[in-house]
């Protein structure tokens, strides 16, 4: 029996036993003819970064894409909610294959959008990055970097005991090609957000 599980600001997300169903909600404040366009195009573009990513690091099977519906069904993985669970697990272990994972995600010049641990699974002792809503494609350096500095931020407010040596693991282990690069223009990026804070 499908029961709908989450609903979100572009999606409604819906369960049966073994699948993941993701339908593209209408926008009522569009124009209909774009809404479509939109919501057709994002349904094509989520599937095709999946079945990208799904070729080097964990993330969702797609089983079927249905762009006029605008449904994407994926596999069900049954795993923990890093959210709600890091305190409880081997949380330094798995800090390493989030670097790990977030890295080779950037040498694919895809960029997550949300990286949060509420899009994080644990499965087997692997990490399951999850909704790709948000995600795009980009070679730039700054964007790979914003893309670690909402992970930091989420990991700050949600994990805030723990979140110090968190995020030491994690960019350690994170071993993107520009790595360096990525790295340095974390610390900018940080910067002009206490600038920001600051005045």
């Given at each position: 029996m499908t029961k709908l599980i989450?609903?979100?600001a572009e999606a409604e997300i819906y369960q049966d036993k073994n699948n993941i169903l993701k339908k593209r909600v209408?926008?009522?404040?569009r124009i209909k003819?774009?809404?479509?366009?939109?919501?057709?195009?994002?349904?094509?573009?989520e599937a095709k970064i999946l079945e990208k990513l799904s070729k080097v690091i964990a993330v969702p099977k797609v089983i079927k894409v249905d762009e006029d519906k605008k449904e994407i069904t994926m596999e069900f993985i049954e795993g923990l909610k890093l959210s709600e669970n890091f305190e409880k697990i081997n949380f330094e272990k798995t800090a390493i294959e989030i670097g790990?994972?977030?890295?080779?995600?950037?040498?694919?010049?895809?960029?997550?959008?949300?990286?949060?641990?509420?899009?994080?699974?644990?499965y087997k002792n692997k990490v399951?990055?999850?909704d790709f809503g948000l995600s795009y494609h980009s070679h730039k350096i700054e964007d790979k970097a914003?893309?670690?500095?909402?992970?930091?931020?989420?990991?700050?407010?949600?994990?805030?005991?723990?979140s110090e040596i968190l995020i030491t693991i994690?960019?350690?282990?994170?071993?993107?090609?520009?790595?360096?690069?990525?790295?340095?223009?974390?610390?900018?990026?940080?910067?002009r957000g206490r600038y920001k804070d600051k005045y």
């Amino acid at each position: 029996m499908t029961k709908l599980i989450q609903t979100g600001a572009e999606a409604e997300i819906y369960q049966d036993k073994n699948n993941i169903l993701k339908k593209r909600v209408e926008k009522s404040y569009r124009i209909k003819e774009i809404d479509e366009k939109i919501r057709k195009y994002r349904t094509r573009h989520e599937a095709k970064i999946l079945e990208k990513l799904s070729k080097v690091i964990a993330v969702p099977k797609v089983i079927k894409v249905d762009e006029d519906k605008k449904e994407i069904t994926m596999e069900f993985i049954e795993g923990l909610k890093l959210s709600e669970n890091f305190e409880k697990i081997n949380f330094e272990k798995t800090a390493i294959e989030i670097g790990k994972t977030i890295g080779k995600m950037h040498d694919q010049d895809i960029i997550h959008g949300d990286l949060t641990t509420s899009n994080m699974l644990l499965y087997k002792n692997k990490v399951f990055f999850i909704d790709f809503g948000l995600s795009y494609h980009s070679h730039k350096i700054e964007d790979k970097a914003v893309d670690l500095h909402v992970l930091k931020q989420a990991l700050e407010a949600k994990h805030y005991k723990i979140s110090e040596i968190l995020i030491t693991i994690i960019l350690k282990n994170y071993n993107a090609k520009q790595c360096k690069e990525i790295l340095e223009k974390l610390k900018k990026v940080e910067a002009r957000g206490r600038y920001k804070d600051k005045y």
